[in-house]
C-alpha cells in the first residue's frame, strides 16, 4: 500500500480503532492453546478487550494463523490485518543451541544463517515478528535469562545483535519477501543487570556503564534495522523502562533515532501499579503512551484506559497516531495489506520445517558451540573400538532445547544416545541411566509443572551405572541443571549441578579414571568439583534439536569442538559478577607475584574464574606468532593492522579462534584491562600455518569520558591477540588524534 493510501487508512479510523491496533493479546482469546509466556494468561482482559486488537502472540501455525487472520479481519471495519507474534529465539521446529551457546561459536555469520533458517520455518507457519534477538549484556550466571544473552563482551554482542537482524529480516531489510520476520531488539535496558541476579529485579547503572557495555549491542541491533524494540520490565536507576521518557523517547527514540515500533514485555504497562510508579491502570496507560510505548502487550491499561485519556485531553490523539502509524507502517512493510497470509501455509511448513538442510546445519552449530574446557591426557576424542559407558541422566533426554524452545516437539530431538548409533559411533558403547535430573523437588515452566521424586529403583540405577564405569575404558557422564532451571523467572543463587548427579559423578570417578563429563545446562555453573572428577569436561549448554548428533561427532572426533567462553565460568558463586573486561583498580592483584596485603583480592579464593572469556579447547594445539604492526603511531582518521601467524602444532585439523583485545592504557575514565575488539577463525590442518590480520580504527579507540563524550583520546594503546582474554602476546602503539 503506498504511504498516502496508508496515511488515508489511519485518518479514516475511529478512535476506538485505533486504540485497538496498540492492544496485543495472547492468541488464547482467540484459539484455544497459545503458548502462554506469562503470569496469568488473561491479566483481566476479556474478549471484548481484544474485538479489535492490532496483533497477537504465541501461536503458530499456517491453518490456524490462516483461519484467526480471515476471521478477524472480516470482522474489522477497516479489515487490518493482524500481526502475529511469537518468541521464536534459537528456531522454530528445528532449535538451534541456545543463545549463549550461539555466542560462545564466535562465528556471526553462521549464526545469521541460522537465524535465516529460523525466519524461514516461523514465517512459513504464519508468523510475522519474532521477539528476539535478546541482546542483554550479562554478568551473573545467577540469572536464568543468561540462556537467551550472547554474553559479557560488548563487541561479541553486538555482532551477533546484527547477525540476528539480519538472519531475520534479510540484508536488505525487505520485509515483505516470504520466509522473512521482523526482528524485535529486547530488552531495552539493563534487564541483564538484575541486582543479585535476581529475577525482575531493578538494575543500578551508572550511565557510563550503561553506554559503555550495555548499550552497544542495541545500537548495532538498531543499526542492523530491527524493526522493533521491546522496553524492559525493570527499572533502571529508579525508573521503569516501560514509563521511561528518558530512555524510550529521548534516548530511544531520539538520540539513537529508533523509528520503528515499541512494543511492552509482557504486562509490564499493567505492573507499573505493582512497581509503586503509576496509581492505577488509567495512571500507568498514561505513563506508557508518553513513554513512547506503542503496543501494550497483555495487559488491560490501554485496551481500557486510552480512549477515556485522549477523550478527555489527559494525553493528546497524537501520540496515539504516531504510534498506530508506526504500527501500521509495519503492516505495510511485511506486505500485509497485499498478502495478510505472508506467503505462509502448509506447503512452505512441509518444504521448510526440519528439513534435511536445517538439521545438518543445527547439527553443525552444536559442534562450533560446545566448549571443551578440559582434555587431560588428550582423552578426547574418543575411539569407537574402545568400550564407553554412557552414563546419566542427559543419555536419553529429549528435554535439551531450553525453556524458549516454544514450537518445539520434543519427539525431534535426538538425544545423545541416537547421535552416538545413528553417527556410527555405538558398536563399543553402553548407556545407563544413572539418576535423575532432580530428585524430591518441582520446577515450573510455561504452562508445566515436572515434579521429581525419589526413585524406588535409584540404588539399583547407580548400581548398574557403576557396573558399566568398571567394564568401559572410558566413561562419558551426561549431566546438567533441568531445562526449567534456566530462562525467565530462573533465577538460582547455587549455580552447582543437583546433588545426586554429583555423588553418582565422584561414584563413577573411583572406579573409572577416564571419565569424560558432558554439561547440560542454560548458563555457567561452578564446575570446579566436576572438573575434579574429570579428565576432560565439555559444556554443550542446551545443544538443540540436534544436540546428540553434534556432541557425539565432537567426542569421537569427527567435528572439533568450536566454542569459546562467551560469559565467564565462575570459580564459585561468591566470585559474581566475575568477568573479562572489568578495571585494574589502584591496587591490581598479581597472582604470580610476591605474597601481598594490600591488593584487590580475596582471601579464601581467586580473583579469576574457573574458565575465562574466550577460553576454549580444541583437537589442535595452535602456536602465536608475535604480534606485528602496521605503524607504531595512529594519526586521527588512519588505520594500523595488527597481524599474527598461527602454526598447528597439532596432530589434528581444527579452527583457532583468533581473538583480538584492545588496552587503553591511560584515559580519562578508567579502562577494562581487555576488550575484545576482533575475532579470525582460522581452519588449519595438522602442519599448517595461516595469518590472521585484523584493521584497528580509530572507531575502535573510542570511549564515553568523564562528560559523557564519545571520542578517542590520544594515548598508549597494547594489541593483544590470542586464544583467549587472558592472553600475554601484545604490541603498544601510541594514538596522537
Ligand atoms: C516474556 C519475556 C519477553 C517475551 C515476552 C512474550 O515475559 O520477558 O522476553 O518476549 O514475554 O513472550
Redesign the pocket.
Known amino acids: 500500500m503506498t504511504e498516502e493510501k496508508l496515511r488515508a487508512l489511519l485518518d479514516s479510523m475511529s478512535l476506538e480503532e485505533k486504540v485497538g491496533q496498540m492492544v496485543q493479546v495472547t492468541g488464547a482469546f482467540l484459539e484455544e492453546d497459545a ?1 502462554i ?2 503470569p496469568a494468561a488473561d491479566a483481566g482482559l476479556e474478549l471484548s478487550d481484544c474485538r479489535l486488537a492490532g496483533s497477537i ?2 501461536i503458530a501455525g499456517a491453518d490456524r494463523l490462516k483461519r484467526i487472520q480471515e476471521r478477524y479481519m472480516e470482522e474489522h471495519p477497516h479489515h487490518i490485518p493482524l500481526l502475529m ?3 521464536v ?1 534459537h528456531g522454530y521446529r528445528t532449535v538451534f543451541p541456545i543463545p549463549l551457546a550461539l555466542g560462545a561459536s564466535f562465528q556471526p555469520e553462521l549464526v545469521e544463517k541460522a537465524m535465516g533458517m529460523a525466519a524461514e520455518e516461523a514465517a512459513s507457519a504464519g508468523l510475522h515478528v519474532t ?2 534477538p ?1 541482546t542483554d549484556l550479562v554478568r551473573d550466571p545467577r540469572w536464568g ?1 543468561v540462556l ?1 544473552s550472547f554474553g559479557e563482551s560488548p563487541w561479541l554482542d553486538s555482532r551477533m545483535a546484527e547477525a540476528y537482524v539480519r538472519g531475520y529480516q534479510g540484508a536488505d531489510g525487505d520485509l515483505s519477501r516470504p520466509g522473512r520476520m521482523s526482528a ?1 531488539d ?2 531495552f535496558v539493563g ?1 541483564g543487570a538484575p541486582v543479585a541476579g535476581r529475577e525482575y529485579n531493578h538494575a543500578e547503572l551508572s550511565e557510563h556503564t550503561v553506554r559503555e557495555f550495555h548499550l552497544p549491542p542495541k545500537i548495532a541491533a538498531i543499526k542492523a534495522g530491527t524493526a522493533c524494540v ?1 522496553p524492559a ?1 525493570q527499572s533502571l536507576n529508579g525508573e521503569p523502562c516501560t514509563a521511561s521518557e528518558k530512555i524510550v523517547r529521548k534516548l530511544l527514540r531520539d538520540e539513537l533515532g529508533f523509528e520503528g515500533v515499541t512494543i511492552s ?3 509490564a504497562v499493567g505492573e507499573l501499579v505493582a512497581q509503586g510508579a503509576a496509581a492505577d491502570t488509567r495512571e500507568a496507560a498514561k505513563l506508557a503512551i508518553e513513554a513512547g510505548i506503542d503496543i501494550d ?2 495487559s488491560v491499561c490501554y485496551a481500557r484506559e486510552l480512549k477515556g485519556l485522549v477523550e478527555s485531553g489527559e494525553v493528546e490523539e497524537r501520540l496515539v497516531d504516531e504510534a498506530v502509524w508506526r504500527i501500521l507502517t509495519l503492516k505495510n512493510r511485511l506486505g500485509l495489506f497485499e498478502d495478510p497470509f505472508h506467503g505462509s501455509g502448509t506447503e512452505a511448513e512441509k518444504k521448510t520445517v526440519l528439513c534435511q538442510e536445517h538439521r545438518d546445519f543445527a547439527r553443525k552449530m552444536v559442534a562450533e558451540s560446545v566448549i571443551l574446557l578440559k582434555n587431560e591426557d588428550s582423552v578426547l576424542p574418543l575411539s569407537r573400538e574402545k568400550k564407553t559407558a554412557f552414563i546419566g541422566p542427559y543419555v536419553d533426554s529429549t528435554d535439551t532445547c531450553g525453556s524458549w524452545a516454544i514450537f518445539q516437539n520434543r519427539e525431534d530431538t535426538v538425544t545423545l544416545r541416537r547421535g552416538v548409533a545413528e553417527g556410527g559411533y555405538g558398536e563399543n558403547a553402553l548407556f545407563c541411566h544413572g539418576c535423575d535430573v532432580l530428585e524430591n523437588t518441582r520446577v515450573l515452566g510455561f504452562g508445566v509443572e515436572e515434579v521429581f521424586g525419589q526413585r524406588e529403583d535409584r540404588d539399583e540405577l547407580v548400581k548398574q551405572a557403576l557396573k558399566a564405569a568398571e567394564e568401559a575404558d572410558a566413561v562419558v557422564m551426561a549431566l546438567g541443571e533441568h531445562t526449567l532451571q534456566s530462562g ?1 523467572a530462573a533465577s538460582r543463587g547455587d549455580i552447582t549441578l543437583p546433588a545426586q548427579q554429583m555423588e553418582l559423578l565422584r561414584q563413577v570417578s573411583r572406579v573409572n579414571s577416564n571419565v569424560i563429563t558432558v554439561v547440560y545446562s542454560g548458563r555457567p555453573l561452578d564446575l570446579r568439583e566436576v572438573s575434579a572428577c574429570s579428565k576432560a569436561v565439555l559444556a554443550v549448554f542446551l545443544p538443540g534439536t540436534m544436540g546428540g548428533a553434534g556432541i557425539a561427532d565432537v567426542l569421537f572426533g569427527a567435528a572439533s569442538p568450536g566454542g569459546r567462553v562467551s560469559m565467564s565460568f565462575p570459580w564459585s558463586a561468591a566470585q559474581i559478577p566475575v568477568y573479562h573486561n572489568d578495571y585494574s583498580t589502584g591496587r591490581p592483584y598479581d597472582p604470580a607475584g610476591a605474597e601481598q596485603k594490600f591488593v584487590s583480592r580475596y582471601l579464601d579464593m581467586p580473583n579469576s574464574p574457573l574458565y575465562p572469556f574466550g577460553y576454549g579447547l580444541t583437537y589442535g594445539s595452535f602456536r602465536y606468532s608475535s604480534v606485528t604492526l602496521s605503524a607504531e603511531t595512529m594519526k586521527a582518521g588512519e588505520v594500523l593492522t595488527a597481524a599474527v601467524t598461527v602454526t598447528n602444532e597439532g596432530t589434528a585439523a581444527a579452527k583457532e579462534t583468533v581473538q583480538l583485545y584492545l588496552h587503553d592504557e591511560k584515559a580519562t575514565t578508567v579502562r577494562p584491562r581487555r576488550e575484545l575488539k576482533g575475532v579470525k577463525c582460522l581452519y588449519l590442518q595438522p602442519g599448517e600455518s595461516g595469518e590472521a590480520v585484523f584493521r584497528i580504527t580509530e572507531e575502535m579507540l573510542k570511549i564515553w569520558d568523564r562528560d559523557m563524550n564519545f571520542l578517542a583520546e590520544p594515548g598508549t594503546f597494547t594489541v593483544y591477540i590470542g586464544s583467549d582474554s587472558r592472553t600475554e602476546n601484545g604490541a603498544g602503539f601510541r594514538y596522537e588524534g
Do not use: N, P, Q
Open positions: 503458548v509466556t506469562g502472540l504465541g507474534m511469537a518468541d529465539i521477539f528476539s535478546m535469562r537467551e524485535c529486547k530488552h534487564y521491546m520490565f514485555d509482557w504486562s502487550m497483555m525467565e
